[in-house]
């Protein structure tokens, strides 16, 4: 190459083909799509079952969204992955003990209060249910601007326009404004327009007032400004195609949360735990400096299953569809499990301790403004 000749020119990537997926188009596309599949399936289904904002066909898609499509059982794999991937507990000075100790230390005190409230103080069990509640929309809503950032990653390693000054301050206030819209959507709106009814999470606030119905369209209007400001950016800006796909999908499951949370739930929660699913057999995956890897590539989904193989059976000792079972057997099924208490409520209990565990974890695992956080995590993601 000579002084004078020019450099090769970059091939960028258009909002059609050719533009850079996250994982694969098909599992891109999946992690939106399928959630969405079977929300709409049990929304089909209300109309044989009834009830459809709060009955069987809704508890259904809820249920399948939180141990089939992991949202629920999802928690235990960051506890695999550190186990199984030392070197992310010696990204920073502290990372060890603020992974394992305070992870173990939110674990225990979570399952203290978890057991006290519910044997002793209901009311404040109740409390204690909608904070965790909180932390997961918040912890939702995080993942979503951390793979917004992998797809920011993804798309310059390829060549894609840089992501400008208002989509970053979008992506800044992206948590924060959709949390706060539907906080006050599910605490303090009802869930439906007919007289009486209360917000999707009543801890007795409903029994004081609550906002007329009428407000969820104020919210929704709120949040349509913000999607809308983003898609128009995105669009002006040429950012890939996927990306596209990804953040608007998310902005659409958004919208439908802030008029109906039930199914809104079911979208989001479904839609976070396949990411999380897939996020971490992609991290669990040895790299090319791991020939000794203690766990094979091909070993990788068989440990993240049987890893999640004990809440799975929670799960289906809570799951909606020994109602229907019921039916068919004259109540032996609910009979075989109550036989079993109180193991089983206090499975529950352990998963939701796990849940805030998890939450702390993360909180620490992917840091990755750390440039050791990043020289370590960002290869087993195919970021390097």
């Known amino acids: 190459m000579t002084l004078t000749s020019a450099p090769p020119a970059v091939a960028v990537p258009s909002l059609g083909a050719g533009a850079p997926w996250l994982f694969s188009q098909r599992q891109d596309v999946n992690l939106l799509f399928i959630p969405a599949a079977v929300a709409l399936f049990c929304l089909w ?12 066909s809704r508890a259904i898609g809820r249920w399948v969204s939180q141990y089939l499509l992991f ?31 305070g992870s173990g230390a939110v674990f225990v005190v979570t399952l203290a209060m978890a057991w006290y409230t519910k044997e002793h103080m209901p009311l404040a069990n109740l409390l204690l249910g909608a904070t965790i509640y909180v932390f997961a ?13 992998l797809h920011n990653l993804r798309g310059r390693t390829a060549g894609a326009p840089p992501p400008s000054e208002t989509e970053r301050n979008l992506q800044k206030y992206w948590v924060p404004m959709a949390l706060t819209l539907m906080l006050v959507r599910i605490f303090w709106v009802p869930l439906t327009s007919e007289r009486g009814d209360f917000p999707l999470m009543d801890v007795g606030q409903a029994e004081r007032g609550s906002l007329p119905f009428s407000t969820c369209y104020v919210l929704l209007a709120v949040w349509l400004v913000y999607a809308g400001r983003l898609a128009s950016t995105l669009i002006a800006t040429k ?10 999908g998310w902005c659409s499951i958004v919208s439908i949360a802030l008029i109906w949370p039930g199914w809104g739930a079911v979208l989001s929660a479904g839609t976070h ?17 791991e020939p000794e890897a203690r766990l094979g590539k091909a070993a990788v989904w068989p440990a993240m299953v049987a890893a999640m193989l004990p809440l799975i059976l ?24 109550l036989r079993q208490q109180p193991m089983w409520s206090m499975g529950v209990l352990v998963g939701n301790s796990i849940v805030l565990a998890h939450y702390f974890a993360d909180a620490f695992l992917y840091r990755f403004r750390i440039p050791k956080v990043r020289e370590v995590t960002l290869p087993r993601i195919g970021l390097g």
Request: net charge neutral; proline share 4%; glycine share 10%.
């Open 45 to 56: 289904m209300s109309s044989f079952l009834g009830a459809a904002d709060g009955g069987l």
């Open 137 to 149: 929309a918040h912890h939702t809503l995080s993942q979503v601007k951390g793979l917004w950032a």
């Open 239 to 248: 950012q890939s195609g996927p990306k596209c796909f990804y953040l608007l």
């Open 273 to 289: 735990g396949l990411e999380y699913a897939f996020l971490t057999g992609r991290m669990l995956e040895p790299t090319a400096k």
């Open 314 to 337: 929670v799960g289906v000792a809570n799951s909606p569809f020994v109602t229907l079972v019921d039916t068919a057997t004259q109540g032996a099924a609910t009979d075989f499990f």
């Open 71 to 101: 949202n629920g059982t999802h928690v235990i794999l960051t506890f695999l992955l550190i186990l199984v991937r030392r070197d992310l507990l010696h990204t920073t000075p502290h990372q060890k003990s603020l992974l394992l100790g």
